[in-house]
């Protein structure tokens, strides 16, 4: 039982490049999150997805897309990365959106653009 | 705007007792999660209160009271392992998580 995963652990990218960042849970989990992490802020969260097929806007989803074809994959795409996108990105999941629900994360991503 | 304030450091001895507080202005309030993160790994969950008051799971109690928007996390007999970032996150009106900052916590021998 792996849990959350997430790849890759590290990327570097040029400005304008892109990239897709996947995350796998294998707990049957409904809900599913992509969040970034910056030095001195709290989580921020990008998007989600409360289901298959279905993604939503998060607080900051601007430059970053989404996509949930299968229940057990988020995949995070940056079509044309900026050097404001560097930081470290946690995927989490859960089982439903409900308040009691705890989110389980994955080990991060950590993305520098230059 | 939505707000959750923590101190961004504090230093603790091996052993002893540490108060982390976390103060919060949110729309709505449908509870409030503590999370641990070391660094370089995932934030892990801790603790969930809703309604008022102090809730024990070992060596870690979590307090709230809604009406003053303010809760603490307690870590009694601090270990080394204990040397981690402390996250307070509140689930407001929209079911969404709020997170602050968290609060560095340094475990001195």
């Known amino acids: 039982n792996a849990g959350v995963t997430q790849t890759p652990k590290f990327r570097v990218l040029k400005t304008g490049q892109s990239m897709t960042l996947l995350c796998a849970q294998d707990?049957?989990?409904?809900?599913m999150y992509w969040y970034r992490q910056d030095p001195g802020m709290g989580l921020r969260l990008i998007h989600y997805s409360v289901g298959e097929g279905t993604t939503a806007k998060g607080e900051v989803p601007d430059g970053y897309n989404v996509s949930r074809l299968k229940k057990q994959n988020f995949l995070l795409g940056l079509e044309s990365a900026a050097p404001s996108q560097t930081s470290v990105y946690f995927c989490?999941?859960?089982?439903?959106?409900?308040?009691?629900?705890?989110?389980?994360f994955g080990p991060g991503t950590r993305l520098t653009v230059l | 705007g939505q707000n959750i304030d923590q101190p961004t450091e504090m230093t603790a001895t091996e052993g002893a007792i540490v108060q982390i507080n976390c103060t919060y202005q949110t729309s709505g309030f449908n509870g409030l999660f503590w999370y641990q993160q070391h660094a370089g790994e995932a934030p892990t969950f801790l603790s969930y209160n809703v309604l008022d008051g102090l809730e024990e799971k070992g060596r870690f109690s979590s307090f709230l009271s809604r009406s003053k928007g303010y809760s603490y996390l307690l870590l009694k007999e601090l270990q080394m392992k204990d040397s981690a970032s402390y996250l307070c996150a509140v689930l407001d009106s929209n079911y969404q998580l709020i997170w602050g900052a968290g609060t560095k916590l340094i475990i001195k021998p």
């Open positions: 989490a999941s859960s089982l439903a959106g409900g308040p009691t629900d705890t989110q389980y």
């Open positions: 707990m049957n989990h409904e809900y």
